[in-house]
């Protein structure tokens, strides 16, 4: 039996991002309080169906994208996850 390794790079992750024709101020809300918790909400939801959600968080992460919705977190989520991630990252780097 042959195993294909599919390897995503940082942009073909792109390529299949569930959101490529989602209306973008669903993922780029002003603020977030009022509309905001309805278009953060209604972008979680397009990121839970989508089959790049890692790569997205991912790059997130290592880019520190500050705002707006990625890998299905929030800027407060992102900003907190990514506290832990880099005290990770220097726990690994010895
Ligand atoms: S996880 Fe969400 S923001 Fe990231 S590519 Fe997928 S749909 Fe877009």
Redesign the pocket.
């Known amino acids: 039996m042959t195993t294909t390794m599919v390897t995503i790079t940082t942009t073909e992750?792109?390529e299949l991002?569930?959101?490529?024709d989602?209306e973008p101020s669903l993922?780029f809300p002003i603020g977030s309080t009022g509309p905001a918790i309805d278009q953060i909400a209604a972008?979680k939801e397009?990121?839970l169906g989508?089959s790049?959600?890692e790569d997205?968080?991912q790059y997130a992460l290592e880019s520190n994208q500050e705002s707006?919705?990625?890998?299905?977190y929030a800027e407060d989520e992102r900003r907190r996850l990514r506290k832990r991630w880099l005290a990770e990252r220097r726990r690994r780097a010895g």
């Open positions: 992750w792109r991002a569930a959101c490529r989602s993922f972008a397009i990121c989508c790049v959600a997205c968080l707006g919705v990625w890998g299905g």
